[in-house]
């Protein structure tokens, strides 16, 4: 079958009175499709790609000279299927929108990581402010670390407490107080006025009578003083100086029983001291007590003065032929060491004094000089009324952390027994602590004042935290070291 031709205008097309635009009937060319389906077939696109030709109307028949203009075509869409459009480049208002969009973004970008870093960093601090410890907090007393600042201000009290060995040994609670005194009472025996401020022990004592000299040392404490009777001078003393005053009282002691201390027999315990302070409105105490090194200070003096070796260059020769070798030189320190020490009050060894210095805990452990070692009870906190020598364990020997040895000038009092020491005005003192000695002065100007330890150059000394121990030496005794 032959290809079938195109429609002429005369049979398959109408003519547009305004236009040659040329129409093609669809009707008869889907029956010729029908007829002859090997035909070339003509789509619709395909018709609408037809060749449009304006033709002059009456009113651009004036414009007949002018060159007709050119035909349009429209791309079939198979063809702009195939061939994508270019890109049109972006106008100048499209470039700005696009930089501030881009800013903004880069804004918050910021911001939310600012956010972030501060959310992380809150974290932190508060982490670090769980593991932050505040700065220590230091006794008055005895220049050890306390929990609070207002322990310092608790009542402190001083207790009379005997050393004979007719009762009065083994005592009990020694080892809780924060400072000692120590001195003759009368007879070459001695007796201690220990300080204590925040103590847990239970038992305290034996609680003997009250000296002058004591109540010189005990008042810049501004304790409570716990004591049985007292001299004559003591007792007036006391009265005309106002301090509180607690005497012989089973309110607030005990006497303990069937213990063989005979008169020596007299407890009290902190508990007690603390119903008797609160019954009469001693609530605070203004503490003078001795400067104190911290113990960081300590810890870092004894390592500096760990023995230190130094290596030198030697040189050894025989005739002429000579040798060179390293020798190592120990050093030595640059203190002056005192690892036992030893006081004589009077010519009764057994209230002699002997301390032997602890390098391992930085103590000094007492001793008497006829070998007996200083024992005493720690009684357990908590206990009521305890009778020491059954309820308070074993002994543990007195090992305060640093010794005072101050000369001082005795005699007797009027009654020629009782021992009579001037406290006020001034005269050499030895100390003791972190193995070595400084020599030096004491000096105390008023009942009120704290006595002033001084070195050989005026320097004022300050102590080791820890007991402290002070001894009261007279003139015709002697303090020795070695």
Not at 192 to 217: C, E, H, K, M
């Amino acid at each position: 079958m032959s290809p079938r031709k195109a429609p002429s205008r005369a049979s398959g097309t109408a003519k547009n009175p305004t236009s040659n635009r040329i129409v093609i009937d669809e009707d008869e060319l889907l029956a010729s499709e029908t007829n002859n389906p090997k035909s070339t077939t003509i789509s619709e696109t395909e018709v609408e790609t037809i060749t449009e030709v304006d033709e002059p109307t009456s009113a651009d028949a004036q414009k007949k000279s002018q060159p007709a203009k050119k035909s349009k075509r429209r791309k079939s869409a198979k063809a702009s299927k195939k061939s994508k459009s270019p890109k049109q480049p972006r106008t100048k208002k499209q470039k700005i929108l696009l930089g501030i969009l881009i800013a903004i973004v880069v804004l918050l970008a910021i911001a939310f990581g600012i956010l972030v870093y501060k959310i992380l960093q809150k974290v932190e601090e508060k982490d670090f402010a769980r593991t932050e410890f505040p700065d220590p907090i230091y006794s008055v007393l005895t220049g050890e670390e306390i929990s609070d600042e207002a322990l310092n201000s608790s009542p402190t009290f001083c207790v009379q407490i005997p050393n004979g060995n007719d009762g009065g040994r083994p005592q009990a609670g020694l080892t809780h107080a924060g400072v000692v005194f120590e001195a003759i009472a009368e007879a070459n025996i001695t007796r201690f006025a220990a300080v204590f401020q925040n103590t847990d022990t239970s038992a305290i004592g034996p609680v003997r009578s009250l000296r002058p000299y004591y109540l010189d040392w005990d008042t810049p404490f501004d304790c409570t003083i716990v004591h049985a009777g007292g001299s004559d001078e003591a007792n007036r003393a006391l009265k005309a100086g106002g301090q509180r005053d607690l005497n012989e009282n089973l309110t607030y002691m005990w006497r303990e029983q069937g213990s063989g201390r005979g008169w020596n027999n007299l407890f009290t315990s902190p508990a007690k001291v603390a119903e008797f302070n609160s019954a009469n409105g001693y609530n605070i105490s203004e503490v003078s007590a001795f400067p104190r090194f911290t113990p960081d200070e300590i810890d870092k003096l004894l390592r500096d003065r760990k023995t230190v070796t130094e290596t030198l260059d030697k040189t050894e020769c025989e005739g002429e032929n000579c040798t060179e070798s390293e020798v190592e030189v120990t050093k030595e320190p640059a203190y002056q060491a005192a690892n036992k020490v030893q006081l004589n009050l009077g010519n009764i060894k057994m209230f002699n004094v002997v301390y032997s210095y602890d390098a391992e805990t930085n103590t000094y452990p007492r001793s008497y000089a006829n070998g007996e070692t200083h024992l005493v009870y720690d009684c357990p906190s908590g206990l009521s009324e305890p009778q020491t020598t059954t309820a308070c364990g074993d002994l543990v020997q007195v090992a305060p952390k640093a010794i005072a040895a101050m000369v001082v000038r005795e005699g007797k009092m009027a009654d020629n027994y009782h021992e009579d020491i001037k406290t006020l005005g001034s005269g050499a003192a030895y100390i003791f602590q972190n193995g070595e000695v400084i020599e030096g002065t004491w000096t105390k100007s008023s009942q009120d004042s704290q006595i002033i330890f001084q070195d050989n150059d005026g320097t004022e000394i300050k102590f080791t935290p820890g007991q402290l121990w002070i001894t009261a030496v007279p003139e015709y005794g002697t303090v020795t070291w070695e």
